[in-house]
Each structure stands twice: as structure tokens, then as C-alpha cells.
């Protein structure tokens, strides 16, 4: 397996990829899919409820469209300014809130549907759990894209799965390469989920979707 880049060098990347570079983070994350990650993304979509469904870190503003073309009624949430005003200009029609999926500035309630693609390890931190779960209603969902996995073998694919690796983007999986549904569970149950996994075939890749309901009775 191969080792991890420090934390704090990651950490750092990201930083500068979201802040001050964010207007680098179409082609990059164009070059590390091959053309497909906002294919990936939108293989939520299937998954979500709705109409209103908040985007946790929403990044540069491309699935609030997706959102809003098929028929949801999107809220963005994110912490960095600049992607704010990428989203902003990308879909005016989305409100879009600077602030933590931990401390969200919204109603219980509020939502039928919630998402995340591709996000750093904060959605698996306790208190993520609790404050969607919260956000909620009763049958709402969060979905989670946490990865996707290139089909196809060659030199251009390995390399691209070795960034993966060791920038922390491969999430724990089974001997025959599926993403583990134990660490979801373990993360989002103890708040009330219930957590479901599915694999999504697209364009030559397997885009694994984590689905956490809120059940409609807290005791159901």
C-alpha cells in the first residue's frame, strides 16, 4: 500500500487548492478523473431526496447546476470564500452560506436531502453525523460519493490510483477492492442513520454512493 503524503503537507494542499488556487480545481480534478468527475458526482443524484437538498462543500459550483437542472431546490454550504464565489457566478440562482457542516446555520429540519462528493475526512467526525442527522426530516437522506475507481489498467490509471493513495483518497475496502460499509456505519448510525452501499457503473469507472437515512421514526 503505499504511504501517505505527512498531514500537514496534505493538509496544506488542500488549503492552497481550495483558497488561493481554487480557480485550478476544474483542471485538476478533470486530470485526475480523465474528464469524469462531475459524471461521478451526479451519480448521486439518483439517491437523493428532496426537493430542498444542501451540498456540503459545494467546491466550485458545478453540482448545485446538476441540482437545479434536475428539479431540487439546492443550498450550498462551504467553508472557503473563493469557491463561494465560484459556485455564486456558476449558479446565481443557489443560495450559497459560508460555514462548517458541523455548525451549519439552518433549522432542524430543514432539509429533505443532503450531499456530499468526494469531501475530506469531516464527514466521518462525530459531530458531521449529528448535525446533518439533525438537519434533516424525518425519511431525508444524505449521500455521500466518497470515491470512484477507474475500471481500465495501464501506466496513465495506476498513477492516478497512486494519487489516490497517498493523498488520503481511497477510503477503507474488501479484498476484491469495494469500499467497506463498517466505517460508514460506524460513523453515521450511532446518530440514527441508517447507511446503505451501493457501486454506480459509469464511463469505464465504479463511483461508490453512501446513502444515511434518517428514518421516519427515531425508533423505526
Known amino acids: 500500500m503505499a504511504a501517505r503524503l505527512a498531514p500537514a503537507l496534505l493538509a496544506r494542499a488542500y488549503d492552497l487548492l481550495y483558497g488561493r488556487l481554487a480557480w485550478t480545481y476544474d483542471a485538476v480534478a478533470w486530470a485526475v478523473s480523465l474528464g469524469q468527475w462531475q459524471a461521478w458526482s451526479a451519480a448521486a443524484l439518483p439517491y437523493l431526496t428532496g426537493p430542498r437538498v444542501l451540498e456540503l462543500g459545494h467546491g466550485p459550483g458545478h453540482m448545485l447546476v446538476a441540482l437545479a437542472e434536475h428539479g431540487f431546490a439546492p443550498v450550498g454550504l462551504e467553508l472557503s470564500p473563493q469557491m463561494g464565489r465560484l459556485a455564486a457566478r456558476r449558479q446565481p440562482a443557489a443560495p450559497v452560506v459560508r460555514g462548517r457542516a458541523q455548525a451549519a446555520p439552518f433549522a432542524a429540519a430543514r432539509f429533505d436531502g443532503a450531499l456530499a462528493t468526494f469531501p475530506t475526512p469531516y464527514i466521518v467526525a462525530p459531530e458531521t453525523a449529528a448535525a446533518v442527522f439533525q438537519l434533516l426530516r424525518p425519511g431525508g437522506r444524505l449521500v455521500v ?7 481500465r489498467s495501464g501506466p496513465l490509471h495506476a498513477l492516478i490510483d497512486w494519487l489516490y493513495a497517498v493523498t488520503g483518497q481511497r477510503w477503507p475496502a474488501n479484498e476484491d477492492g469495494g469500499t ?8 453515521f448510525a450511532p446518530v440514527g442513520f441508517r447507511v446503505s452501499l451501493h457501486g454506480v457503473v459509469s464511463a469505464g469507472s465504479v463511483v461508490t454512493i453512501i446513502v444515511a437515512e434518517r428514518p421516519l421514526a427515531r425508533n423505526a
Do not use: Y
Open 145 to 151: 460519493v466518497p470515491e470512484a475507481r477507474l475500471s
Open 180 to 187: 467497506r460499509l463498517a466505517p460508514w456505519q460506524a460513523a
